[in-house]
């Protein structure tokens, strides 16, 4: 079974930054297509970002320009750059490895309005 734990959550101010891990606790972010995904209070799931172990990255359009996803080898850590905080970015956000469940905890971000 896939573990990964994220981490790095926090309450911002909008127009923030922050820097979200994603650490392989006994699988490994570079072997495996690793995605990032978030849920806003009230909201469904919402897909936002795929790394390829070849390192390929995607992103879902309101995230294009603001986050971006990268990769520690030597760490087996994954992470996501978030810039240009707004409110509507609020969420707990999850790392899982493509295809699989359970999901992990995942880490809240808040960004006050």
């Known amino acids: 079974q896939a573990q990964f734990v994220e981490s790095g959550g926090d309450l911002v101010q909008p127009g923030g930054s922050l820097t979200l891990s994603c650490a392989g606790a006994?699988?490994?972010?570079?072997?495996?297509?690793m995605t990032w995904h978030r849920q806003a209070p009230g909201k469904a799931r919402e897909w936002i970002a795929t790394?390829?172990?070849?390192?390929?990255?995607f992103y879902t359009d309101s995230v294009k320009g603001r986050f971006a996803v990268s990769r520690d080898a030597g760490n087996n850590t994954m992470y996501l750059q978030l810039n240009d905080l707004t409110p509507e970015d609020t969420a707990t956000y999850y790392c899982?490895?493509?295809?699989?469940?359970?999901w992990g905890q995942g880490t809240q971000v808040t960004v006050l309005s």
């Open positions: 006994g699988s490994s972010v570079s072997a495996e297509i």
């Open positions: 790394l390829f172990p070849g390192g390929a990255t």
């Open positions: 899982p490895q493509h295809g699989t469940t359970p």
